[in-house]
């Protein structure tokens, strides 16, 4: 079993459009939990960290579910510029990376 | 904001040459990562080093791959004889702490194109 599962997509919504992604991790002994967002032959660049307690940072939402295993990334009100693979990222021994969702905001 | 610089931007190497990758990993950060990314797949744990020495590394990590931090602010990945299939994105990243919910800073990445 994959440590980080990911929807690979590709999601394509309409600006304005709010979308959730899932993540799912195998290891329940993991530790700390992110998103990363990563643009066409960029590097992957810290989104947000995911707290248990679920949190937001403007139009993002995270929320974390230890009992299922999940966490989840919500973009309310899409920009043209949210365009983007969005990585879910879960701490173990080491940082492990899920194969990412492909996200396209269209005008 | 601080940032993790790699160097060069692109390599281009021929089958079995030997070939270093260069980090410099944001100044007060302990640990230190390597990661790869091959075209369209997800991103490959390789190392991670601390305190001088390496604390964990994958199945990727054979005896081909070494890494060092010579002088206190570089650290290196060196392939000593490359193949076709080590041709990716390669990734230095850095964070302050170890365990904690301290993401990582990744650089912008060393293309590497084995020919």
């Known amino acids: 079993r994959k440590e980080v599962e990911q929807d690979p997509g590709p999601f394509n919504v309409p600006e304005g459009a709010t979308v959730a992604f899932n993540c799912t991790y195998s290891?329940?002994?993991?530790?700390?939990f992110f998103w990363y967002r990563q643009d066409c032959r960029k590097e992957p660049k810290l989104l947000m960290s995911v707290y248990s307690s679920g949190n937001e940072d403007g139009r993002f939402t995270a929320q974390l579910n230890r009992a299922s295993q999940y966490i989840s990334l919500l973009i309310r009100d899409s920009k043209l510029s949210d365009s983007a693979t969005y990585l879910c990222v879960v701490n173990g021994n080491q940082f492990y990376f899920g194969t990412g969702t492909s996200l396209t905001v269209i005008p | 904001e601080p940032e993790v610089t790699q160097t060069p931007s692109h390599q281009v190497t021929q089958m079995g040459q030997e070939v270093i990758l260069r980090c410099v990993p944001i100044?007060?950060?302990?640990?230190f990562y390597w990661y790869r990314q091959i075209l369209g797949q997800k991103v490959e744990f390789l190392v991670s080093f601390y305190n001088n020495e390496i604390s964990e590394k994958s199945e990727i990590f054979d005896d081909q791959f070494s890494v060092e931090r010579p002088d206190g602010s570089n650290f290196t990945l060196k392939i000593r004889s490359t193949k076709l299939e080590d041709s990716a994105m390669y990734f230095c990243?850095?964070?302050?702490?170890?365990?904690?919910?301290?993401?990582?800073?990744f650089g912008s990445g060393t293309r590497l194109t084995v020919v």
């Open positions: 100044s007060n950060h302990l640990y």
């Open positions: 290891n329940s002994a993991s530790q700390s």
């Open positions: 990243a850095s964070r302050f702490g170890g365990r904690s919910n301290y993401g990582y800073t």
